[in-house]
């Protein structure tokens, strides 16, 4: 029995209708393996940079660690070479006075430096000169903040002072360099005959 020309366009149809579809369906299936596939490379990659960042935060943080522990042992030096150097100071200032009761006047924020420098040349003190010494920090009257650090020593009476404060240093070089600085502006004097 022979087609009608309507059959066959019919079943044309029909054919291009099952192809269309099996192409749709083997596009989606393409689209999900290939959506698949990408979000398993995005994961992936994503989980390479999140460790690498994690590595170089850790990186730092090993590194900031290291420098503090290293800043860290830097100001304990200094703090503890700043405590011997008053404690050195205060020694020369009781050697200076054997007296038996001292007063030493310090800024107020050298206070707790000069307190432990106290408690530690004390014993020194006492074991040099063989002698009892009672040391008093003023805490009513502290040398002006802006001074660059040092003590001043007193007697008990406060007749005596023995001030061993940077700026006290300076004026006695300067003082000891004033015949050089004399030269040095002026030339030598030729009437001169001593040189003070």
Known sequence: ?????????????????????????????????AEEEFNIEKGRLVQTQRLKIMEYYEKKEKQIE????????????????????????????????LEPRIVVRCRKQD?????????????????????????????????PEEIAGGVEIYNSDGKIKVSNTLESRLDLVAQQMMPEIRVALFGANANRKFLD
Do not use: C, W
């Open 1 to 33: 029995m022979a087609l009608s020309d309507a059959d066959v366009q019919k079943q044309i149809k029909h054919m291009m209708a099952f192809i269309e579809q099996e192409a749709n369906e083997k596009a989606e299936e393409i689209d999900a393996k």
């Open 66 to 97: 290291q420098q503090k522990k290293i800043q860290m042992s830097n100001l304990m030096n200094q703090a503890r070479l700043k405590v011997l150097k008053a404690r050195d100071d205060l020694i020369a200032g009781f050697y200076q006075l």
């Open 111 to 143: 206070f707790p430096m000069v307190k432990t420098a106290v408690q530690k040349s004390v014993p020194i003190y006492k074991n040099a000169t063989k002698r009892d010494v009672d040391v008093h920090i003023d805490q009513d009257n502290f040398l």
